[in-house]
């Protein structure tokens, strides 16, 4: 498998595109010298794909989300339609009449079914959609759609809400000499503790999440049900596995759409060619995944936080999310400093069992097997302070946790928590533009 | 009843002292120009109290709550021992001898039976405590003891970590012709959102905290079985209703001595007195409180968050608790934005029942019944976005949820998350003093 230039057109028979009409209604002369961001994306396959998607278990549901768990639930979609800078969400519904009218829209001048249209909206939460914007909008992405790398990128752009940079992968593979490509755009920044899952339905536990959007293409043909399958358990190791905030959005969505332009027969579970497309799928939404946290409202640093050896998977997770979520574990890592201390508490007050006793912490660098052991059962070890800081101070490193009770484990990919990400959030009523989700 | 002078030394027979003993080992020369804060506080009863306790239900409990609970379990007690500065939690079995240690140095120097001797710690966890300035300074504080609103003023402040302020209250009544006292004194600042329980076992649903200590006294005698009965009452709906950041400390402590020097018969639930002492220990709890969230590290509004309607008073909590403890929702209370998107995201995320299409949403004075709705059945009323703003303005409001789903209702005295809380909880490295519990 080579990672391949390009996001969403980098699979065959796809085409993409990102227009810029004024969702927010800033007044003009807004963004940069190169003209305003686009806040419309548009993604179209030549051909009915299979689609697979996950959602948000927020009991909230944005009104574009329920659009799209009818279309998943049939199983066919051509296009999706995204737009930034507003939620569409707990806009009652006029919203859903609204989501309805932009799947219509797209659908009209695509010459394709409204049932086969997609629909993901991000911003603001409860702010009507301004309706005319997004109709001129559809019909100008639908002319400016196109099918190189650029175009994908393009549609990268419309998606981001207050994400600094684009985020894309694509990757290709070859079975049977026969090449096949698969290949993502995400949004993320805040609001970001996703925990989707195919029907909206929540597992338990719950945990808290935010805004997240990826959108993947890939040119193989996999069956609806395997399609499916590998997307849940692709987003159970990836973008399940993050958090910027602890918040989970209402709109919450990863959609997958496989239209087998490559022209293999529908690969099944059983296939020779279905773990090369499930490992591409999982390598995608992971470093989509990863992407979103390191760009996050206000993040400096990354945290990949391991737990080893908790009573069962639950336990593990639940270890997990309550250290990635602790607000004075995340300052700290912030300062630079290894408090134990507040890991230690995090996990204690978490719903796993924990044995202080029988407690060990460490930090790694990214990848790496070589723990610094802060903490042996329960214990501070003799590591010098200096030497801890030192293990805490790059932007990206590994916290290691066992809790020495069973064989549990359990990944989160956690973001500091800055003055930044307050100021960020705060934001500036006198400037409702300012204003975020 | 009345507001009276002073706080654990109001009511009769009780003595207490702050001193200073340099828990943290800083340097010559620290603090204002009055000399450094107290950092060790005791009270002590001229005769045997009955006692009655409410302790943290984190998996990681702090050497001094084990002590604290063996006392509470036989049930008298004569003196209260407290340091600030070190938790002495995560800090294995040499931690559990400097708990035990405190209590022995100070049944000596006072001439009482150790297990008599509630002990208590706050501050930075997973250091060993210095005995020799802990022994030294239990030494002078028993020197230092008296009777007046000074002394309980000074151990006030000995308890303090990063509070601005002293936390004191006091309040007197008459039953029968004879005048009782109850007061108190607490501290909190971080690591707030205690659930604690008399026995440390946990409650379910369990959510997440920080370190408060509060220690409470009353001249009245009430038996134990009564007293314990009250004080669990009085914290559940105060101390256990309060969050600042939402991580549950190893230390949380509420300890209520009652050493009967007013002279009465001891009080069942059925005595004609125990109605106003109840009264009064639940007023002095919920002020107590309300001072940690006002105080509390980088709080600039102060927020009451008020749900109606749950399905049951579980679900109330549930969602009473993911609203006050969202960072998004604290975040934008500090902007002084009405931004209730937020808030519907948060009690859908919630583990409570809510319908969208059900809740209302308002803002209030405090204690005013005058509610302002900027939501109604899950969609924008037509107040103004000015008008919000101005609702939220003050440093003090209310919020108001009714998920109008069933009758059930919770109450948490919620604060904003600001800049300065990142950066007070971030520290400094360089300087071991600045690191935070």
């Given amino acids: 498998m080579r990672e391949v230039e390009g996001s ?13 009409c004024n969702i927010k209604r800033l007044g003009t002369g807004k963004g940069s010298d190169r003209g305003p961001k686009p806040d419309l994306a548009l993604i179209v396959s030549d051909r009915p794909a299979l689609v697979a998607g996950m959602f948000t278990t927020n009991q909230v549901v944005a009104a574009p989300v329920k659009v799209c768990r009818e279309v998943v639930r049939r199983g066919v979609a051509r296009a999706v339609v995204a737009n930034s800078g507003n939620a569409n969400a707990c806009t009652g519904p006029q919203g859903l009449a609204d989501a309805r009218t932009m799947a219509r ?10 049932q086969e249209v997609l629909v993901a909206s991000t911003g603001r939460i409860g702010v009507p959609l301004p309706m005319e914007n997004v109709e001129a909008g559809i019909r100008e992405a639908a002319r400016a759609l196109g099918r190189g790398a650029p175009f994908g990128a393009m549609a ?54 935010a805004t997240m959007l990826a959108f993947l293409t890939t040119d193989a043909s996999v069956e609806r049900r395997w399609l499916q399958a590998a997307l849940t358990g692709a987003v159970a190791a990836s973008f399940n596995c ?31 060619g279905f773990r090369q497309f ?30 080893f050896g908790a009573r069962n998977a639950r336990d593990a997770d639940a270890a997990a ?21 507040r890991i230690m508490d995090a996990l204690g007050y978490s719903t796993a069992q924990v044995v202080e006793t029988k407690v060990d912490i460490g930090y790694a660098a990214p990848g790496s097997k070589d723990v610094l052991w802060c903490v042996k059962r329960g214990r501070p070890t003799s590591v010098p302070f ?40 705060k934001g500036d009523v006198t400037n409702p533009a300012s204003l975020g989700g």
């Avoid at 829209?105 to 409204?114: D, K, M, N, T, Y």
């Avoid at 993050?242 to 027969?265: E, H, P, Q």
């Avoid at 995608?284 to 640093?301: P, T």
């Fill in 8 to 20: 969403v057109t980098a699979p065959l028979g796809y085409q993409a595109a990102g227009v810029f």
């Fill in 105 to 114: 829209v797209a659908a009209e001048v695509l010459g394709i079914r409204p």
């Fill in 156 to 209: 990268a752009q419309a998606i981001m809400t207050s994400d600094t940079r684009p985020k894309e992968v694509a990757y290709e593979w070859t079975v049977g000499g026969r090449t096949y490509r698969l290949g993502g755009i995400a949004k993320g920044a805040g609001m970001i503790h996703p925990r989707m899952s195919p029907t909206g339905r929540r597992p338990a536990p719950l945990p808290r999440h």
């Fill in 242 to 272: 993050i958090t910027v905030d602890g918040d989970m959005s209402t709109n919450d969505t990863v959609l997958l759409l496989a239209n087998g332009a490559a022209g293999n027969d529908p690969w099944t579970v059983r296939s020779r």
């Fill in 278 to 307: 499930e490992s591409a799928l999982h390598r995608a939404c992971l470093e989509l995944a990863r992407m979103i946290v390191r760009d996050g409202e206000g993040v400096h640093r990354v945290v990949t936080v391991r737990v």
């Fill in 321 to 341: 999310r309550a250290v990635a979520n602790s607000p004075l574990v995340k300052t700290s890592w912030h300062g630079g400093d290894p408090n134990w201390g």
């Fill in 386 to 425: 200096e030497e801890l800081c030192r293990a805490v101070a790059p932007t990206e490193f590994e916290l290691h946790i066992r809790l020495n009770l069973g064989r549990g484990r359990a990944v989160m990919y956690a973001a500091d928590l800055t003055e930044a990400y307050v100021d960020f959030n």
